[in-house]
């Protein structure tokens, strides 16, 4: 039955259809019955898997036609995710009449007042932005039926939660409330107990592990041929489009006017960029007009960047979490994708951390053909080397490493 089992409006049934969406994932599954339903609902499921429209279609299907003031508010922690999030309530709303807007920082107030002011029933927002917002009057929120927190983990890693509140203190105590959050540490469940009403939880596929369509390996290299190597592996992998993260914004400049350098059509991302700067980056990666896209961690959670071939993590993270959300940006919506991570001996305890946290060895690899340097790493990690037969797209085995792909796909 696809998605007319949830009673929507024809208008929205209407709206899935030309977004191409046929078959609910697992969250929108179990998410949007309950949210129909006007429970209160605490969602946690891998990236990729559609949980935007998991809570955007209930709240637009309840809200009906327009009306007075913002009715749904969705908080969102950067204003990517809330650009994003208004778009998909756009595509899904674009058959009725309801009104979406976004308010979020780092551009100027004029354009989100005019929003504001020619009214708009669903509101996107980030929590500093709104806050600027209702200390002007230019917008209330005492109508509020339907308040979701998006990323309400990542919200609290950047210090937003004093905001959140203050924002939820505003909202009717009358309310549907949706919290969707990676993980739940103590503030968040505080937030949870004080915020929502009886939730229920659903939780989707399991949180410390990367999807089971992303293979993902870690090639030990000693540090000053680090770049060497990830040259060897853009010019050998067949790849259709790249994301290396790095783990900071100093080192990401410096790995994009290095690729820029030998010729590759590069994008980056990070918190320095302009709001205008970043938009042109994921546009163009999109597009397909860049095929690397070179990020911090801010291009590691909620981005809707589709058909990602490849994940490089140049620098290992130094949060198990950050590596699960890293390599999810592959092999989403269930397509196939690869994940490298390129180790250096200082390294090792961060790795170590990973694998325990996703309870599983990541293999280590090497590529053919690359003239390495010795580093202590390779005799470290030969008792834990693995044999089995984890495939890379392209690569073949030898000697119980793995090789990568010897030639490169171009557009």
């Known amino acids: 039955m696809g998605f007319k089992q949830f009673g929507l409006s024809p208008a929205l049934n209407q709206g899935v259809q030309a977004m191409g969406y046929t078959d609910p994932t697992p969250i929108q599954l179990r998410a949007i019955p309950l949210l129909m339903e006007g429970k209160d609902v605490i969602g946690s499921a891998q990236t990729g898997t559609g949980k935007t429209a998991a809570f955007?279609?209930?709240?637009?299907?309840?809200?009906?036609?327009?009306?007075?003031?913002?009715r749904a508010l969705i908080l969102e922690p950067t204003r990517e995710l809330a650009a994003q999030v208004e778009t998909a309530f756009r595509d899904l709303a674009r058959f009725t009449r309801l009104r979406v807007a976004v308010v979020y920082g780092g551009v100027g107030y004029g354009a989100q007042l005019a929003a504001l002011r020619a009214g708009v029933d669903v509101l996107v927002a980030t929590p500093g932005r709104l806050l600027d917002h209702l200390e002007r009057r230019a917008v209330r929120?005492?109508?509020?039926?339907?308040?979701?927190l998006d990323e309400a983990d990542r919200m609290?890693?950047?210090?937003?939660?004093?905001?959140?509140?203050?924002?939820?203190?505003?909202?009717?105590?009358?309310?549907?409330?949706?919290?969707?959050?990676?993980?739940?540490?103590?503030?968040?469940?505080?937030?949870?107990?004080?915020?929502?009403?009886?939730?229920?939880?659903?939780?989707?596929?399991?949180?410390?592990?990367?999807?089971?369509?992303?293979?993902?390996?870690?090639?030990?290299?000693?540090?000053?041929?680090k770049t060497d190597l990830l040259l060897a592996l853009l010019e050998?992998?067949?790849?259709?489009?790249?994301?290396?993260?790095?783990?900071?914004?100093?080192?990401?400049?410096?790995?994009?006017a290095l690729l820029k350098r030998h010729q590759h059509a590069v994008a980056v991302l990070h918190s320095n960029r302009t709001q205008m700067e970043r938009e042109q980056a994921l546009r163009g990666f999109r597009d397909g007009r860049y095929e690397v896209l070179v990020a911090t961690d801010i291009a590691a959670r909620g981005l809707d960047i589709a058909n990602v071939s490849h994940?490089?993590?140049?620098?290992?993270?130094?949060?198990?979490?950050?590596?699960?959300?890293?390599?999810?940006?592959?092999?989403?919506?269930?397509?196939a994708g690869d994940a490298f991570t390129l180790m250096v001996a200082e390294d090792m305890m961060h790795v170590q951390a990973i694998e325990r946290f996703i309870g599983q060895k990541i293999p280590r690899v090497?590529?053919?053909?690359?003239?390495?340097?010795?580093?202590?790493?390779?005799?470290?990690?030969?008792?834990?080397?693995?044999?089995?037969?984890?495939?890379?797209?392209?690569?073949?085995?030898?000697?119980g490493y793995y090789f990568g792909p010897v030639r490169r796909r171009r557009r």
């Open 311 to 335: 994940v490089i993590n140049y620098d290992v993270p130094q949060h198990p979490e950050d590596y699960v959300h890293r390599i999810g940006r592959t092999g989403r919506a269930e397509q």
């Open 236 to 256: 050998r992998v067949n790849y259709d489009s790249v994301i290396i993260f790095c783990r900071t914004r100093e080192r990401a400049d410096h790995v994009a």
């Open 56 to 70: 955007a279609l209930p709240i637009l299907h309840h809200l009906g036609e327009p009306a007075d003031g913002p």
């Open 156 to 225: 609290l890693d950047m210090g937003f939660l004093p905001d959140v509140r203050r924002i939820v203190e505003r909202c009717p105590r009358k309310r549907q409330t949706a919290l969707f959050s990676a993980t739940i540490p103590p503030e968040i469940e505080t937030l949870i107990q004080w915020a929502m009403r009886q939730p229920v939880t659903v939780e989707v596929g399991v949180r410390r592990r990367p999807a089971e369509t992303v293979k993902h390996v870690i090639y030990p290299v000693s540090d000053y041929q």
């Open 366 to 399: 090497r590529l053919e053909g690359f003239e390495y340097k010795y580093t202590a790493l390779f005799e470290q990690d030969k008792p834990g080397a693995s044999t089995a037969p984890v495939k890379v797209r392209g690569a073949r085995v030898s000697g």
């Open 141 to 148: 929120l005492d109508r509020v039926q339907f308040l979701v």
